[in-house]
């Protein structure tokens, strides 16, 4: 079995989006297995407590914590972000995980925006900001990102998708853009002085629920979906379990070795399975251009969910 060797993370306190299952629940046990506090940011607070008993069972002394959190609503990402604040603890690890994969039709958050631009990359951009007091230095936050941001475009104007909606290609600009800001966070934390490791990791093709909650979202195909999904997982060589998939992102998050800036996946062939590695920036992530794509998606960003990172509290 492929593995990494985990740090002590011993008085470290950890928040993970998106805990209760999957990469998220695969991440959030390692942590705690480790010695790190973790607070699961869920949207589902009953699948979250569910998710902390079977880590307890692995962990008997995990120390773990809930926190209701639904990306696609920025009024309950504040208020997490409030509530953390008002406990004054510093964050060391941020892991933004959580997400939403190829809903078949056009939906929409709370707040209007195209539902996987708006839960995969604005609720994040928006709780990492409200945080960002309590991320002093030495924080790490690690961002997932996918391998179908090699085929994302940052579409400045239709960043909602309300012109032409496609399942994956709206999919691949929200993941595209989680690495964008992972980039541009590290840019940002160097020239500021924030003292914040940003980088980012994906999972190459990992089973977990993503598969089908979000193709069928609404309550469409789910049979059908599951059927063609554990055809696809027999492929030799092809796909993963949460144990291996894991790895990028748990060394993007832990090791000492890991970059700022620095994109993580496996190391197999196509980045699809394997240890973590080095992966290949998406075309519309690298050089130049994507620097100033991702600048460019700052301040957007900043101006669609009201969240400013200069105007960021003063760290205590």
Do not use: C
Not at 101 to 116: I, K, N
Not at 118 to 136: D, E, I, K, Q, V
Not at 279 to 290: F, I, Q, T, V
């Amino acid at each position: 079995m492929i593995d990494i060797a985990v740090p002590d993370l011993t008085g470290k306190l950890a928040v993970v989006t998106g805990a209760n299952s999957g990469i998220g629940f695969g991440l959030t046990a390692r942590l705690a297995a480790a010695g790190a506090e973790v607070v699961l940011a869920v949207r589902n607070v009953t699948k979250g407590t569910d998710a902390i008993a079977r880590i307890r069972r692995q962990t008997p002394a995990a120390r773990l914590s809930l926190a209701s959190l639904d990306l696609a609503d920025l009024g309950t990402v504040a208020a997490l972000g409030e509530r953390l604040r008002a406990a004054g603890r510093p964050i060391d690890i941020l892991i933004n995980n959580a997400g939403i994969m190829t809903p078949p039709r056009r939906d929409v958050t709370r707040d209007g925006f195209e539902l996987q631009f708006g839960s995969n990359y604005l609720g994040h951009f928006a709780l990492t900001g409200h945080l960002l007091p309590l991320l002093r230095p030495g924080a790490r936050v690690t961002t997932l990102s996918s391998l179908t941001a090699r085929g994302g475009r940052i579409d400045f104007a239709d960043l909602q998708s309300a012109r032409s909606y496609g399942p994956s290609r709206s999919y691949a600009q929200s993941k595209l853009a989680t690495l964008l800001f992972a980039q541009e966070l590290d840019r940002r934390s160097r020239r500021f002085g924030w003292g914040i490791l940003s980088d980012a990791a994906h999972p190459g093709a990992t089973v977990t629920n993503l598969q089908v909650t979000g193709p069928t979202h609404g309550g469409r195909r789910q049979r059908l979906t599951s059927l063609v999904n554990s055809l696809s997982y027999r492929i030799p060589g092809m796909w993963q379990q949460v144990d291996t998939g894991i790895l990028p992102a748990l060394y993007a998050a832990t090791s000492p070795a890991a970059e700022g800036g620095g994109y993580y996946g496996p190391a197999g062939f196509a980045e699809l399975t394997g240890g973590p590695a080095p992966a290949r920036l998406p075309r519309a992530a690298a050089g130049e251009a994507g620097r100033e794509t991702a600048a460019r998606l700052w301040v957007e960003s900043e101006k669609l969910t009201g969240v400013s990172y200069a105007a960021a509290p003063a760290r205590r």
